[in-house]
């Protein structure tokens, strides 16, 4: 569809023909402050070195929905996929270190492939689908992640509560400055 005054074509997903920007939405704006919240926390908050913040800056913003009902729903399914990653990615480091596989190896990237292929599997066949992203990643960020100063069972124990952290950032969030549509919805659903 062509912008008529412009000559231009419409933004994708635009859902007002002939308007090429318009002002960010309440969601966000919320994604925005659940970014700053979280990299905020991570640097004034004394955490363990194995802490990292890009894990708890991608569950906030995969979180983050219109409704805290729906923000609680989504959060609870990544909870859950992301405990199953870590305990994924756990056993991943347990062979890797066992059969002494290098990260930049071809037997451990043909390995790592593998493990996704059995994880998605799985999570999808017993999870809900919604989830099997996020954990996928957790997944692999441990599994990628092992340094000489943290075990596996720290790094896996890491992974999650960032991912938890993220999580919580995001439901205070969405919280605290609610949808006014959706606060609306929420209060008459209640009643």
């Given at each position: 569809?062509?912008?008529?005054?412009?000559?231009q074509?419409?933004?994708?997903?635009?859902?007002?023909?002939?308007?090429?920007?318009?002002?960010?939405?309440?969601r966000?704006?919320?994604?925005?402050?659940?970014?700053?919240v979280?990299?905020?926390?991570?640097s004034?908050?004394?955490?363990?070195?194995?802490?990292?913040?890009?894990?708890?800056?991608?569950?906030?913003?995969?979180?983050?929905?219109?409704?805290?009902?729906?923000?609680?729903?989504?959060?609870?399914?990544?909870?859950?996929?992301?405990?199953?990653?870590?305990?994924?990615?756990?056993?991943l480091?347990?062979i890797?270190?066992?059969?002494?596989?290098?990260?930049d190896?071809?037997?451990?990237?043909?390995?790592?492939?593998?493990?996704?292929?059995?994880?998605?599997?799985?999570?999808?066949?017993?999870?809900?689908?919604t989830?099997?992203g996020?954990?996928?990643?957790?997944?692999?960020?441990?599994?990628?992640?092992l340094?000489?100063?943290?075990?596996?069972?720290e790094?896996?124990?890491?992974?999650?509560?960032?991912?938890?952290?993220?999580?919580?950032?995001?439901?205070?969030?969405?919280?605290?400055?609610?949808f006014?549509?959706?606060?609306?919805?929420?209060?008459?659903?209640?009643?």
């Open positions: 569809m062509k912008n008529q005054r412009e000559g074509p419409d933004p994708p997903g635009s859902d007002r023909p002939g308007q090429l920007w318009r002002l960010p939405g309440l966000i704006i919320k994604t925005a402050l659940a970014v700053l979280c990299l905020l926390f991570y004034l908050v004394p955490l363990p070195k194995n802490f990292k913040v890009v894990t708890a800056l991608i569950a906030a913003i995969i979180s983050l929905r219109s409704t805290m009902r729906e923000s609680f729903t989504v959060s609870l399914t990544r909870v859950q996929s992301t405990f199953v990653g870590a305990l994924f990615g756990f056993c480091l347990l890797k270190e066992a059969v002494g596989l290098e990260n190896s071809i037997i451990y990237a043909l390995f790592l492939s593998l493990a996704v292929l059995l994880f998605i599997w799985i999570s999808t066949s017993f999870l809900k689908e989830g099997v996020l954990g996928a990643i957790v997944c692999l960020a441990i599994a990628l992640g340094t000489g100063e943290v075990t596996p069972l790094l896996a124990t890491a992974r999650f509560l960032d991912t938890l952290i993220g999580i919580v950032i995001a439901l205070g969030i969405n919280h605290l400055l609610p006014p549509a959706a606060k609306k919805e929420e209060n008459e659903r209640d009643q």
